[in-house]
């Protein structure tokens, strides 16, 4: 049975890549190939290309790094610390949790993102020349990867109304914080407040 430390090793590579921007090749070597790997970032189809599909083996895998490379920047990545990792040695999984920005490319629009990665992992076993696949003991690597992001930030982002929800929010925000202070000085609506005679709150 491989340690948490195998675990973390493995899965750390691959966000280690992923935060650093690197090249499609590289983040590839971190997945198998045997057994195939699948990609799947949880939300709605609609939301975007990439979200609400599963990307299987490595050509689909390769489409989906594809598709963020060519409709997102991705920005100022960072994960949690390796102790906050949920590492589960039975059915081989981590899961992290990681920040960063994002810009829908064709927009403009950015949005800072929260999101958590689970990642399956499994041997990668070489195939010998007759297309078998041999009993020794492959490399530890992604072989399942799972994706919960912002797909909200990102759907109204590619629509081009994400600063828009962004302005309206901030403008309600303020409102409230207007009302809470009118109700902690005695003014608004709270207990008398109708009773004129006995001044204005103005």
Same mark, same amino acid.
């Given at each position: 049975?491989?340690?948490?430390?195998?675990?973390?090793?493995?899965?750390?590579?691959?966000?280690?890549?992923?935060?650093?921007?690197?090249?499609?090749?590289?983040?590839?070597?971190?997945?198998?190939?045997?057994?195939?790997?699948?990609?799947?970032?949880?939300?709605?189809?609609?939301?975007?290309?990439?979200?609400?599909?599963?990307?299987?083996?490595?050509?689909?895998?390769?489409?989906?790094?594809?598709?963020?490379?060519?409709?997102?920047?991705?920005?100022?990545?960072?994960?949690?610390?390796?102790?906050?990792?949920?590492?589960?040695?039975?059915?081989?999984?981590?899961?992290?949790r990681g920040n960063g920005r994002?810009?829908?490319?064709?927009?403009?629009?950015?949005?800072?993102?929260?999101?958590?990665?689970?990642?399956?992992?499994?041997?990668?076993?070489?195939?010998?020349?007759?297309?078998?696949?041999?009993?020794?003991?492959?490399?530890?690597?992604?072989?399942?990867?799972? *994706?919960?992001?912002?797909?909200?930030?990102?759907?109204?982002?590619?629509?081009?109304?994400?600063?828009?929800?962004?302005?309206?929010?901030?403008?309600?925000?303020?409102?409230?914080?207007?009302?809470?202070?009118?109700?902690?000085?005695?003014?608004?609506?709270? *207990?008398?407040?109708?009773?004129?005679?006995?001044?204005?709150?103005?």
């Amino acid at each position: 049975m491989y340690t948490r430390g195998d675990l973390l090793e493995a899965a750390s590579r691959l966000c280690a890549a992923f935060a650093t921007n690197s090249s499609i090749p590289t983040l590839l070597s971190h997945f198998t190939r045997t057994p195939l790997p699948t990609i799947h970032e949880h939300g709605h189809p609609s939301f975007a290309p990439f979200i609400g599909r599963t990307f299987t083996g490595t050509d689909g895998a390769i489409q989906y790094f594809e598709l963020l490379q060519d409709l997102l920047i991705i920005q100022d990545i960072q994960f949690d610390a390796e102790d906050m990792w949920i590492v589960d040695t039975e059915s081989m999984a981590v899961s992290v949790r990681g920040n960063g920005r994002f810009v829908w490319k064709a927009t403009g629009q950015a949005w800072d993102e929260t999101f958590c990665y689970r990642l399956g992992l499994a041997e990668e076993m070489d195939e010998g020349d007759d297309g078998g696949i041999n009993g020794d003991k492959g490399q530890l690597k992604v072989q399942e990867y799972l *994706v919960w992001s912002d797909t909200g930030a990102a759907y109204l982002a590619r629509l081009g109304k994400l600063k828009e929800v962004q302005e309206e929010r901030e403008k309600e925000g303020k409102e409230t914080s207007r009302s809470r202070e009118r109700r902690r000085s005695g003014c608004g609506e709270v *207990v008398g407040a109708g009773l004129e005679a006995y001044g204005s709150c103005r």
